[in-house]
Nanobody, 115 residues
Framework: QTQLVESGGGLVQAGGSLRLSCSVS????????VGWYRQAPGKQRELVAA???????NYADSVKGRFTISRDNAKNTVYLQMNSLKPEDTAVYYC?????????WGQGTQVTVSS
């Protein structure tokens, strides 16, 4: 049973934008906080936007003012809008769904920012 699916990654030039999506199973969505993490090659996975039930959350200092998390309850989907992308934003981005019973990680979506 698929609990979440990520999409929206790709190749973009520096200064460009992408929007990532995390579609979550209806059975767990309303009870779950959702956030975003990323992992660059050779580095540990790091927080991008802390799990939240809405759109107010804590962001990594490196993305503050550029990235925004939002939630569409009608579509059971959480988005990460990424603007003013930089080459150092290149990473695999993961959605984390924290339900009362279990934490679910997505398969990851690659974001590559060229200079």
């Amino acid at each position: 049973q698929t609990q979440l699916v990520e999409s929206g990654g790709g190749l973009v030039q520096a200064g460009g934008s992408l929007r990532l999506s995390c579609s979550v199973s209806e059975s767990i969505f309303s009870d779950s906080a959702v956030g975003w993490y990323r992992q660059a090659p050779g580095k540990q996975r790091e927080l991008v936007a802390a799990p939240t039930f809405g759109s107010i959350t804590n962001y990594a200092d490196s993305v503050k003012g550029r990235f925004t998390i939002s939630r569409d309850n009608a579509k059971n989907t959480v988005y990460l809008q990424m603007n003013s992308l930089k080459p150092e934003d290149t990473a695999v981005y993961y959605c984390l769904v924290k339900s009362p019973w279990h934490d679910y990680w997505g398969q990851g979506t690659q974001v590559t920012v060229s200079s």
